[in-house]
Every structure is written in C-alpha cells, then in structure tokens.
C-alpha cells in the first residue's frame, strides 16, 4: 500500500459547489464559508505537509507502520516525550528515547490552526527544546477535536486547560517544505518534514 494512498486528492464538496453554482445567484452575496477542517486540510498541504485521516486508531497503527516502512525508520530510535505515545506504538518495532538526535520525532500538539494550517505545540509536547534542535522529520498524532479556526483560539484553549500551570515554549510548526529564499512569509522558521496521523473523534 502507498502512503499517499490516504492523501486527500478528490475535489471536496465546496469546489464541486461552486461548478455548480447557481448563475442567477448575485455576485454580492457572501461566498459560503470553508469548514474549518477543509480549511485546515487546504492550507496544512499548501504548507507541504503529508496529511493522513485515520476513522480509527486500529487505522492509525497500519498507517504509522507504512511510515516507517517508506522511510526504513524499522529498529530506529524514535525521540518521544510522551510515554502514552510510547504505549501506543509500542508493537511498532522502534527504540524510544528522549534523547532528541533519533531518527524522527513523535508527539501530539496542541491544536491545528484551520487558518494558516499550523500546528500549535508547547512544553506539554516539546519541553523546552527549541524545533531546530530536534529531528528534521516529525510525526504528529492529533484528533479532529483539536481543529480550531485561529492561533487566537488554541491560546485561549492553553490557557483555559492549564488554569494552574500555562505550559511555556508556545509556538507553530508551519514551514514543512523547503521555500525559497525570497518567500518572505517562511523566512527564519524552522522546516519540518511531518506527517500528519488525524484520527477522526467526533
């Protein structure tokens, strides 16, 4: 099975939509508003991001397993602060280590940002390491629970979660593909090659 299998090509339900739009329909009327999930799936692979929905974590497993088959990341050592993670993928024929110079780097986030496609993470996932400092590739589990429309939201989410400790090291992954030089908006991030597991919780 290819891994881009699971990639979300086919022309979603607004593009078709709007094939079929109605042309008596006044050019001054609002154009509907994108979904924040089909917004974030937009902009996450405009970003360059690998996206994969899973409807299960049975799902999730087969699909971490092709990963790691197309990037013989098989008896690796994966760097993961998370130990429920660890749990999880623990059939999965990888070392674990918190050592942050494995293979790749396995996490969650703390939420993704429908309108840039960012993922927003913190010291509840990456300690206080900076992103240049760990593994060029990353893979993030997440839950569609966790889409949200803006960065504004995920901070108040951060907020209203850890009312007795707000997590530090707040920031985004967003750059996950080399860009030029002159793209003005990606300069001085830090750039990730991640795949996205995006379980479906709702």
Same mark, same amino acid.
């Given at each position: 099975?290819?891994?881009f299998?699971?990639f979300?090509?086919s022309k979603?339900?607004s593009d078709?939509?709007?094939d079929?739009?109605d042309p008596?329909?006044?050019?001054?009327?609002p154009?509907?508003e994108?979904?924040?999930?089909e917004?974030f799936?937009?902009?996450?692979k405009k970003n360059?991001?690998?996206?994969?929905?899973?409807?299960?974590?049975?799902?999730? =497993?087969? $699909?971490?397993?092709?990963i790691l *088959? &197309?990037?013989n990341? !098989?008896?690796?050592?994966?760097?993961?602060f998370d130990?429920?993670?660890?749990?999880?993928?623990?059939?999965?024929?990888?070392?674990?280590?918190?050592k942050?110079n494995?293979?790749?780097f396995?996490s969650?986030?703390?939420y993704?940002?429908?309108?840039?496609g960012? =993922?927003? $993470?913190s010291?509840?996932q990456i *300690? &206080?390491t900076?992103? !240049?400092?760990l593994?060029h590739?990353?893979?993030i589990f997440?839950?569609t629970?966790q889409?949200?429309?803006?960065?504004?939201?995920?901070l108040?989410?951060?907020?209203?979660?850890n009312r007795?400790k707000i997590p530090t090291?707040?920031t985004?992954?967003?750059?996950?593909?080399n860009?030029e030089e002159?793209d003005?908006m990606?300069?001085?991030?830090?750039?990730?090659?991640l795949y996205?597991?995006?379980?479906?919780?709702l």
């Open positions: 099975m290819s891994l299998r699971k979300l090509r979603s339900k078709k939509n709007k079929s739009k008596e329909q006044s050019k001054y009327m154009e509907p994108t979904p924040t999930d917004n799936m937009i902009n996450f360059g991001g690998k996206f994969l929905y899973c409807t299960d974590k049975n799902e999730v =497993l087969d $699909v971490f397993r092709e *088959k &197309e990037n990341w !098989h008896d690796a050592e994966a760097c993961c130990e429920s993670l660890q749990e999880m993928f623990k059939t999965s024929d990888i070392n674990f280590s918190k942050i494995g293979s790749f396995l969650t986030c703390e993704l940002i429908a309108n840039t960012a =993922l927003l $993470v010291s509840n *300690k &206080e900076k992103l !240049h400092e593994p590739d990353f893979i997440a839950a629970s889409l949200i429309d803006t960065i504004g939201e995920g108040r989410g951060i907020k209203t979660k007795n090291n707040i985004t992954i967003k750059t996950f593909e860009k002159s003005f990606s300069y001085g991030s830090t750039t990730k090659n996205l597991l995006l379980l479906e919780d």
